[in-house]
């Protein structure tokens, strides 16, 4: 059973940063797996963010091109997201997940941009 967590959230001032991570646990050929981010504003559904691939090739969405960059670790089974000059917008609830054999979801890191 493969198990995602995602840590490093919190609450930080609007033009900060805060760095993100996801540990993939289980039976899993992690480094060959295109991996994602995806985030959950409130009253809102989860969207897409950031990937990238096995190789290293990496795709944002256009609300966070330029601020945010995601990174792997695959001696770590570890996929990080680097946010920086954080929005208020950016508020929201972020999760990772394998884009090639979707995985359980994991519980997510709360992320809080004040203003």
């Known amino acids: 059973q493969v198990q995602l967590v995602e840590s490093g959230g919190g609450l930080v001032q609007t033009g900060g940063s805060l760095r993100l991570s996801c540990a993939a646990s289980?039976?899993?050929?992690?480094?060959?797996?295109?991996m994602a981010w995806y985030r959950r504003a409130p009253g809102k559904q989860r969207e897409f963010i950031a990937r990238?691939?096995?190789?290293?090739?990496?795709l944002y969405d256009h609300s966070v091109k330029g601020r945010f960059t995601v990174s792997r670790d695959n001696a770590k089974n570890a996929v990080y997201l680097q946010m920086n000059s954080l929005k208020p917008e950016d508020k929201a609830l972020y999760y990772c997940?394998?884009?090639?054999?979707?995985?359980?979801w994991g519980q997510g890191t709360q992320v809080t941009v004040s203003s």
């Open positions: 990238i691939t096995s190789g290293g090739s990496t």
């Open positions: 997940n394998s884009l090639d054999v979707p995985w359980p």
């Open positions: 289980g039976s899993i050929s992690f480094s060959r797996n295109a």
